[in-house]
């Protein structure tokens, strides 16, 4: 049976976040969860709060790193993204204010620094709303976004090592650009879900991106599900 639990505070200790929408939120390891900014009554947001899974604790660690701007961490956001990779978490882009952005930062969970990165090649635009997942324990794709005057369906692929984005050359029918989806890694393949873009209706679609971990130009597989077909998915993800 699957249900529901809701939490109460007399399930853990410590300092609570304060409410927020826009916010994310990653895994460390098996035992944290940090989250990140997020917007509050228009504040937008730039502290850090992590929940101890195994200890039932939340607290909020004492960052250090500064940027160009010289203040410590990045500059408050909402909408933006953020990845995972071992004890790094990794953030790009959303929007503070009225101004969308395009930077590029790392968290070190270890030490609870911060370090903005100086990356190159196809660097992507300014966008919130774009959605991304990690590629193994080294790269990170993104898709998609709003730039504020267009939504968006290019794919980036960034080496976290060498710090370099790649624009991927598409084949196949493309889905229609979007903001506000999802995106998650299943096997060998991003799965692409929902957003909108337009001006039309919000979508229920499901696209898959094959080739992330093949050579020569990647591929599209369209499930084009729609939301009442959503069951089908299970079907979906074995196809070849």
Not at 176 to 181: D, K
Not at 187 to 206: N, V
Request: glycine share 12%; net charge neutral; charged share 20%.
């Amino acid at each position: 049976m699957h249900y529901w639990i809701r939490a109460s505070s007399s399930d853990f200790r410590g300092p609570l976040p304060q409410p927020r929408s826009g916010h994310t939120a990653v895994t460390i390891g098996k035992s944290k969860v940090v989250v990140f900014g997020g917007l509050i009554d228009k504040k937008f947001l730039s502290d850090i709060f992590v929940y101890d899974i195994e200890n039932k604790l939340w607290f909020q660690p004492e960052c250090s790193g500064s940027g160009s701007n010289g203040q410590v961490g990045p500059l408050p956001r909402a909408f933006h993204i953020a990845v995972s990779i071992d004890c790094h978490m990794f953030i790009f882009g959303g929007r503070s204010g009225s101004r969308r952005l395009g930077d590029f930062w790392v968290l070190d969970t270890d030490i609870w620094q911060w370090s903005e990165l100086t990356s190159f090649g196809d660097l992507p635009s300014p966008r919130d709303f774009a959605a991304a997942s990690s590629i193994g324990n080294r790269k990170i794709v993104m898709y998609g976004g709003w730039d504020g005057s267009k939504w968006l369906s290019d794919v980036y692929v960034l080496d976290t090592i060498s710090l370099e984005w790649i624009e991927l050359s598409i084949s196949g029918t493309l889905p229609p650009p979007r903001c506000g989806h999802t995106a998650t890694m299943v096997e060998k393949r991003l799965l692409i879900y929902g957003g909108r873009g337009g001006g039309g209706p919000i979508m229920g679609d499901l696209w898959a991106l094959k080739g992330l971990f093949e050579e020569g130009k990647l591929s599209i597989l369209l499930a084009h599900l729609l939301q009442q077909q959503i069951c089908s998915c299970l079907s979906f993800y074995r196809m070849t």
